[in-house]
């Protein structure tokens, strides 16, 4: 396209807080930046400058001591702010905004804490945890939904120093215990059920299997959600909430102030081929990574109203509570996105003024297939942003946006990962939004695609790299003493230099533009092809409601094959098969085409919300599926093995 979707307007460019950070830089260095380029350019070729400064300009509670990185030049080993104390709690219950949060659960549950009435429900959480003996370095499970104790039980959490994790309560028992089991916790907080689709599913009998192999736990926490006088006597070591607390009256909470690095939170690799990794973040880099990303890169002011759709199972529930200490309010909302009538996030939006509205390209994907129009429907006056992230999001759905839902909105595609807490590439809220592509790197972080050699390229696909070291690196991996786990898993491939596993492509107008993940990429006749290509051209049919692809080891090659899910009461035959195989001929190239297409009625996908052809590509193969529990669907495979048409040519 020769113009972009959308453009910022002269006014929003100049009270954007980047333009405000850049002028502030100028003068505090005595620089000339002129724009973003310049700006990133500075922050990676003067890290310390840039992280030191940001630390001041975000006001930062904590001590930064003098050293800002040392051994600068190892990855892993480099070491941020190594004399700093801060607490992470403390930064946000400092910043929050006089209403803290606002909480809808479906259209069952609504409601809302001020900042004085999280901040005491912090402090009286922060007693009983202490009562129960969590202190600096312990941890605190949460087997818990999005609701408003589960970030009030976080908060107090990190005010001790002790290490919070989390999963949603879908999670099968074993999926939990493969998470938990590893860390140890010393509290479990679960709640009695939770709504999904507008029905009540009970945690209280899976919670009582889940403490069974989890011996550590002293005590495990029920928080009333749908019934609030639920009983827990049938679970080990259970109490109820309002007795965990009732010994405890609200104080001011006090803060521990600790290094830099001290281990915040731990999250979870998907688990699709193993049992999941255990990933260390510390509580500055997050936080500093978090100020950075919801301030410059997404605009967000005091009194802005933040919303993403999230689970307490993904990173962006951790990226999004970090917004308290950025004067949002919160916009939590748990359950599913279409209940009751696939309007409700849109009445969200504007019965609470929402600011950032932030989903998955799926959740868009869904929408357009649809057929909602949340413009013609909603006034949606308050959005200013619209981020996507959770899988590549497609140029026709950049299109169906601004189209769609609004004309006039920043739509920021993001990616980055539970590896890195936050984003390499997200959004810039000065600059324009070119159709199908993410618009800039992170400040700070070093991005590069690189090619198989290891050289920077530009305008074909590489491996998405970041050459210098930056904050919100993980600390290491949880019973990973010797680090030999965590440097396989990032800097393996090329020596001292962050592999992050995507595909990724540098556009002309410096965009970004991610084709899958690495491990995906089909190869037929020596050829790389990203996934995320084909999905594109497919998903646009009308027959087709989704689809998932993978190669098939065949012949001494790799041959293409195409699972497709189609529109209900359809069939997959032979016209249908050779409209889909001339979209993928016509716009991507002959390789792309699909030696094999296969009708399944659902595909495998992580809790989540991503797919997963690494567990199709096994199925299919006649390989074990290491660890179906990390899926939320995990029946779905049963389509996948043992297909009569996959075993002929």
Known sequence: MDAPLWRPSDERVAASNLTAFRAAANARFGLKLDGYDALWDWSVAKKEDFWRFLWDWADVKGEPGSDVLRDGDRMPGAQWFPDARLNYAENLLAGAADEALVFWGEDKVKRRWTRAELTAEVSRLQQALKAAGVGVGDRVAAYMPNMPETLAAMLATASLGATWSSCSPDFGVQGVVDRFGQIEPKVLFFPDAYWYNGKAHDVRGKAAEVLKDLPTVVHAVCVPYVDEKADVSAVPRGIAYRDFLAPHQAAQPTFERLPFNHPLFILYSSGTTGKPKCIVHGAGGTLLQHLKEHRLHCDLKPGDRLFYFTTCGWMMWNWLVTGLASGCTLLLYDGSPFAPDGNILFDYADAERMTLFGTSAKYIQS????????????????????????????????????????????????????????????????????????QTRGLGLAVESFSDDGHPIRGEKGELVCT????????????????????????????????????????AHGGWVIYGRSDAVLNPGGVRIGTAEIYRQVEQLPEIMEAICIGQEWDGDVRVVLFVVLREGLTLDKSLEDTIRKRIRDNCSPRHVPAKIVQVTDIPRTRSGKITELAVRDAVHGRPIKNTEALANPQALEQFTGRAELASS
């Open 367 to 438: 929408l357009e297939k649809g057929g909602l129009e949340p413009k013609t429907t909603h006034s949606l006056a308050s959005v200013r942003a619209l981020t996507s992230t959770g899988s590549p999001l497609m140029p026709e759905n950049f299109d169906y946006v601004y189209r769609a839902i609004k004309g006039d909105l920043h739509l920021a595609s993001i990616s980055g990962g539970t590896d890195i807490v936050s984003c390499f590439v997200l959004g810039n809220p000065t600059a324009p939004v070119w159709r199908g592509e993410i």
């Open 468 to 507: 210098r070291p930056f904050p919100s690196m993980p600390i290491g991996f949880w019973n990973d003493p010797d680090g030999r786990k965590y440097r396989s898993a990032y800097f393996e491939r090329f020596d001292n230099i962050w592999t992050h596993g995507d595909f990724i492509e540098q556009t």
